[in-house]
């Protein structure tokens, strides 16, 4: 039996098509992850963007790198393409005549800092230059359409990449909606940004693309309901699933259960 997740049957059950790669801002194949777990770079604090930062490899998966802030702690890493304009090289923020910042929540006193830099630098294993590779270009204009397929990062569990569908297209933003998760987990987001990607990336990263939610049915419906008045009014005109992935976030008081973007998977 084939209980694995297919593109080709999957488009062919849900009558639907991919984006065409052009949409993407993504290279048409993806570029080669040669970095190493332990390798330190140069990164831009995901937390505090005009902050570049001292960063380590902690793992890869397909063509990113799970990263962490050296002097941050273990509970705000995240994930960047090797080809991301957010990474490069240690030298390169100093060489443009900026300076390394320490990351927001640096876990020591500030007046430390330098010191700290000095020593998580001292005998660093640098990524090599030739690692990062240049970003693709942005591609316009937006070329989504409501129904189309695609690759998603999850952004509430952002080592998940899962089947997606466009569920609404305004200017250059496109509605990112998960395959049979009910909205819980959809966004808007810019059509270059980096965390779409087409149909079929996963199998040539090497990336575990996640299988759609269990009430994959649903899919077909939120495809063809797109330009129903809200996100609300589709949500409640669905019907229950077995097992709910997560109550709507908006609707969660502060303070109970797990905060959004740490549940456990
Ligand atoms: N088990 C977690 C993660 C759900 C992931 C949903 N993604 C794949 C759209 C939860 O239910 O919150």
Known sequence: KSEQFNWDDYLKETESVAAPLHCFRQSRIPPTNDFKVGMKLEAR?????TSVCIATVIGTTGARLRLRLDGSDNKNDFWRLVDSSDIQPIGTCEKKGGMLQPPLGFQMNASSWPMFLLRTLNGAEMAPAAFFKKEPPKPVPNCFKV??????????NPYLIC???????????????????????????????????????????????QPPGNNVSITKSSAKIQSSPSKVTRRSMQSPQKSAPVPAQRGRKPGRGKPPGQSAV
């Open 147 to 156: 129904g189309m397929k695609l690759e998603a990062i999850d952004r509430k």
């Open 45 to 49: 604090d995901p937390r505090n963007v």
């Open 163 to 209: 089947p997606a569908t466009i569920g609404d297209v305004k200017g250059d933003e496109v509605f990112v909606t998960f395959d049979g998760w009910r909205g819980a987990f959809d966004y808007w987001c810019r059509c270059d940004s980096r965390d779409i990607f087409p149909v079929g990336w996963c199998s040539l990263t090497g990336d575990a693309l």
